[in-house]
């Protein structure tokens, strides 16, 4: 599972606007994208909240210390998802943790 994270302190900077533009692109090229929002503001889940797609899911974690559990947690969801005897090699997957 690929991580990237994007974080600054400085409110206002484009890290919202920044992670919806790297996910969408990254769905579009078929990788799986989940979001994880840490800022309090809730700009990424109010977007997804207007969105009439599912995806990319996002994941609102307010408590820094989750972040790490909730990653993990994605990667078990992934690596127990069944698979067929001889699968295709699984799409590539992004978590976005966006930091206030």
Same mark, same amino acid.
């Given at each position: 599972?690929?991580? &990237?994270?994007? /974080? $600054? %302190?400085?409110?206002? =900077?484009?890290?919202?606007?920044?992670?919806?533009? &790297? /996910?969408?692109?990254?769905m %579009?090229?078929?990788?799986?994208?989940?979001?994880?929002? $840490?800022? *309090? !503001?809730? $700009?990424? =889940? #109010?977007? !997804? +909240?207007?969105? =009439? +797609? +599912?995806?990319?899911?996002?994941?609102?974690?307010? #408590?820094g210390?989750?972040?790490? %559990?909730?990653? &993990?947690?994605?990667?078990?969801?992934? *690596? =127990?998802?069944?698979?067929? +005897?001889?699968?295709p090699?699984?799409?590539?997957?992004?978590?976005?943790?966006?930091?206030?």
């Open positions: 599972m690929l991580t &990237l994270v994007l /974080a $600054t %302190q400085k409110g206002g =900077s484009g890290k919202s606007t920044l992670a919806i533009g &790297l /996910a969408l692109v990254a %579009q090229a078929g990788h799986t994208v989940r979001l994880i929002e $840490t800022d *309090s !503001q809730g $700009t990424l =889940s #109010n977007w !997804q +909240a207007r969105r =009439s +797609a +599912a995806e990319p899911i996002v994941e609102p974690v307010y #408590n210390r989750e972040i790490e %559990q909730r990653l &993990l947690s994605l990667e078990r969801r992934r *690596s =127990s998802t069944p698979r067929a +005897a001889s699968p090699p699984p799409p590539r997957r992004f978590a976005m943790p966006i930091c206030a």
